[in-house]
């Protein structure tokens, strides 16, 4: 283990320093930052491990008959909601379960959002806007053909409203311009203050499959799974290895902070025992054993 036999180096000189070679410190901080980046890698498939687990929710919003339920359908290659040209047809929330990268998505259908008099369909509205603040990421889907109406923007500030009073941070956005097949020149201009609101937009035709690849990549990227692929890494560390795996690069950095002030090096041993001790924790090891052994093994101190 890279960490024990940089502990081991740095006890022996405490002891035994004028019987060891000059200590080469620019190597020591490569293979510190070496083993800082590798924990970081690790850590980053605690993430991954937890969403293996929970999984993420998708809401899928917006005005009615703008092609939420189409797609729905079409990213999820499944029949699960009603289609048809009559706004409002959906007034509860229909779910689709799909794979994505190895990650298990509930895709969340809802109600289209407006004002009403039906009480079914207002009950319906007001699921719609529950599911929004509760997903993990957000899907508001705007016809294309039609571009940008009031209605709309009552829905993108209400998403902002909701941004600024809540305690925790509104789910990432992604503004779908669906029907796209629809329009003149295949494109819609948005108003000024639109255009950069969301954290991505993409062009659909939900009702012939267009765009739902490019839809999969922006929720990849959000989600922060683009660089991870399904047939990639397959093991993710698990809360308590990640506690101990945050104990260890904590540790890493308090002793790069020593060295940067030229602390004594006995400075240097309390926070690599501390790394050390952290990763023997993840694989059972005795450290003490092993830092003795690797002093007398590779030092050749005592013979």
Request: hydrophobic content about 35%.
């Given at each position: 283990m890279q960490c024990i036999e940089m502990l081991a180096e740095i006890e022996a000189r405490l002891d035994f320093d004028d019987e060891m070679?000059?200590?080469d410190t620019n190597l020591l901080i490569s293979r510190i930052n070496e083993m800082t980046q590798r924990v970081q890698q690790a850590l980053e498939t605690a993430n991954r491990?937890?969403?293996l687990q929970s999984g993420l929710q998708v809401a899928i919003i917006g005005r009615p008959n703008v092609g939420k339920s189409s797609l729905l359908n079409a990213w999820s290659k499944s029949e699960k909601a009603i289609v048809t040209q009559i706004a409002g047809t959906t007034r509860d929330i229909v779910e689709a379960g799909i794979v994505v990268q190895g990650?298990?998505?509930?895709?969340?259908?809802t109600a289209g959002i407006r004002e009403t008099n039906d009480f079914v369909e207002s009950i319906g509205v007001q699921r719609s806007e529950a599911a929004a603040l509760g997903a993990d990421m957000i899907i508001m889907v705007i016809n294309a053909a039609e571009g940008w109406k009031?209605?709309?923007h009552r829905i993108y500030e209400w998403l902002k409203q909701n941004q600024k009073v809540s305690e925790t941070p509104l789910a990432p956005i992604i503004l779908v311009l669906n029907k796209i097949d629809c329009t003149p020149s295949g494109s819609i201009q948005l108003p000024h203050i639109i255009e950069d609101s969301f954290n991505r937009k993409v062009l659909t035709c939900a009702v012939k499959g267009m765009g739902i690849q490019d839809l999969e990549s922006a929720f990849l990227e959000l989600a922060g799974l683009e660089n991870i692929s399904s047939g990639g890494r397959q093991w993710a560390v698990n809360q308590r290895q990640a506690e101990q795996l945050l104990r260890t690069g904590e540790s890493l950095d308090r002793l790069k902070s020593s060295m940067h002030?030229?602390?004594p090096i006995d400075f240097w041993t309390i926070d690599l025992r501390e790394a050390a001790l952290a990763l023997g924790q993840i694989g059972g090891?005795?450290?003490s054993e092993e830092v003795l052994s690797n002093i007398f093994g590779k030092f050749c101190i005592g013979k």
């Open positions: 070679p000059p200590l491990g937890q969403l990650i298990p998505v509930t895709l969340l259908d009031p209605e709309d002030q030229d602390l090891e005795d450290i």
